[in-house]
C-alpha cells in the first residue's frame, strides 16, 4: 500500500521557517519524482515545487523560488520541503504527492500570521 505522510507544519510568524518532511512507503520512492502542493483556504491546489527521484531537476512555483528547497534523503524514504521567509500569503495545507498523479498524503497545516 502506497504510504505518504507530511509532517513539520505549525503556526510561524511572518519571515519565520519550518521544514516539511513527508515519509514514503509502498512504492520505488528513489526512483520517483515527487512534488509538493499546497491548499489555501477556499482556493485550488497549487504546485510548489518537484524533484527528480535522485535529487535532481527541483524545479519551483515563481511564488516561492528563492525561498523555499526541496530535497529528499533517499536513504530513508523521505522528502523535505524548507520553508524560509515565510508570509501569510503562504499559508494553506501542504501535501506531498508523487508526481503527475493523484496519490498524496493527508497534509501538514502552514499556518503564517502574527
Known amino acids: 500500500e502506497v504510504q505518504l505522510v507530511e509532517s513539520g507544519g505549525g503556526l510561524v510568524l511572518p519571515g519565520g521557517s519550518l521544514r516539511l518532511s513527508c515519509t514514503a512507503s509502498?512504492?520505488?520512492?528513489?526512483?520517483?519524482?515527487m512534488t509538493w502542493v499546497r491548499q489555501a483556504p477556499g482556493a485550488a491546489l497549487e504546485w510548489v515545487s518537484d524533484i527528480g527521484g535522485s535529487g535532481d531537476g527541483a524545479a519551483y512555483a515563481n511564488s516561492v523560488r528563492g525561498r523555499f528547497t526541496i530535497s529528499r534523503d533517499n536513504s530513508k524514504n523521505t522528502l523535505y520541503l524548507q520553508l524560509n521567509s515565510l508570509k501569510p500569503e503562504d499559508t494553506g495545507m501542504y501535501y506531498c504527492a508523487i508526481w503527475q498523479t493523484s496519490i498524496r498524503g493527508q497534509g501538514t497545516q502552514v499556518t503564517v500570521s502574527s
Open positions: 509502498g512504492f520505488a520512492f528513489s526512483n520517483s519524482r
